[in-house]
């Protein structure tokens, strides 16, 4: 605003030495104020962990698109067939591996949702005072002013082969050894070299590719270990506190 005079307004001063500064954390915080404050966290990690989930499934939709329509160019071109194919699959592993990244993303969220569900409102619903989890208060805390990845980029990829990708993999796979039926009498009477050329390259390298792919796959189902349920374990084992969150990321 200005005066009548069309000059700026003068506001009183005030002097840091003189006046005493606010401290809320002074007071006592009140039952309503907390109750206040947890539903609103609530409520504002329950839409990150939302907004993360809707990622993943785009993210497969991609892969299911790009599938159909690498299955159906192959399948109209079989001369081309075995290099679209394996084109796709190892696109399907990038999606993969894209996916795993938003899970771990959204795994974060979802263990910080899961907390406050068991901690606060299960004691809320059930009249009783005591939180299962002694501390929880304090480790949902540590994790907004430090927050940290629950699982490892590999765990991450194995939860998303296990509940989608590995019907989009096993499905190229048939379709992969299924080609032959399209190709001429002659190339299949060839043999291996005839089934599995491409172009100029020797038929043991197509061969390679599907097999080190598939070998990757089975090797991170088997040997990676398994994502317990936000239920079960929501953080990380005190001694090993998980890689850090880029701050970009946060």
Do not use: C
């Given at each position: 605003?200005k005066?009548?005079?069309?000059s700026?307004?003068?506001?009183p001063r005030t002097?840091?030495q003189?006046?005493?500064?606010?401290?809320?954390?002074?007071e006592?915080?009140?039952r309503?104020?907390?109750v206040?404050?947890?539903?609103?966290?609530?409520r504002?990690?329950?839409?990150?962990?939302?907004?993360?989930?809707?990622?993943?499934?785009?993210?497969?939709h991609?892969a299911l698109?790009?599938?159909v329509?690498?299955?159906?160019?192959?399948f109209?071109?079989?001369?081309?067939?075995?290099?679209?194919?394996?084109?796709?699959?190892y696109a399907?592993?990038?999606?993969?591996?894209?996916?795993?990244?938003?899970f771990r993303?959204?795994?974060?969220?979802r263990s910080r949702?899961?907390?406050?569900?068991?901690?606060f409102?299960?004691?809320?619903l059930?009249r009783?005072?005591?939180s299962p989890?002694?501390?929880?208060?304090d480790q949902?805390?540590?994790?907004?002013?430090?927050?940290?990845f629950k699982?490892t980029?590999?765990?991450?990829?194995?939860?998303?082969?296990?509940?989608?990708?590995i019907?989009?993999?096993?499905?190229m796979?048939?379709?992969w050894?299924?080609?032959?039926?399209?190709?001429?009498?002659?190339?299949q009477?060839?043999?291996l070299?005839g089934?599995?050329s491409m172009g100029l390259?020797?038929?043991?390298?197509?061969?390679s590719?599907?097999?080190?792919?598939?070998?990757?796959?089975a090797?991170?189902?088997?040997f990676?270990?398994?994502?317990?349920?936000?239920?079960e374990s929501?953080?990380?084992?005190?001694e090993h506190?998980g890689e850090?969150?880029?701050?970009?990321?946060?």
């Open positions: 605003m005066d009548d005079r069309g700026p307004p003068i506001y002097d840091p003189v006046l005493e500064r606010a401290d809320y954390e002074a006592p915080l009140a309503g104020e907390y206040t404050a947890m539903v609103h966290l609530y504002g990690e329950m839409h990150r962990a939302l907004e993360w989930r809707k990622r993943l499934d785009t993210t497969t991609w698109v790009s599938t329509g690498i299955l159906t160019f192959s109209s071109n079989p001369q081309y067939a075995q290099e679209t194919i394996i084109t796709g699959m399907n592993l990038m999606f993969l591996y894209h996916e795993a990244r938003r993303f959204f795994d974060v969220w949702v899961r907390m406050i569900e068991e901690n409102y299960g004691p809320i059930r009783d005072p005591h989890m002694e501390g929880w208060g949902v805390a540590e994790d907004l002013l430090h927050p940290k699982i980029r590999l765990q991450a990829m194995r939860a998303r082969l296990k509940r989608n990708y019907y989009i993999f096993a499905f796979l048939v379709a050894m299924g080609r032959a039926w399209g190709l001429p009498a002659e190339t009477r060839d043999g070299p089934l599995f390259l020797p038929w043991w390298v197509p061969v590719l599907v097999i080190g792919l598939y070998g990757f796959l090797g991170m189902m088997v990676t270990p398994n994502v317990k349920p936000a239920e929501y953080w990380p084992d005190p506190l850090d969150i880029p701050s970009l990321d946060v």
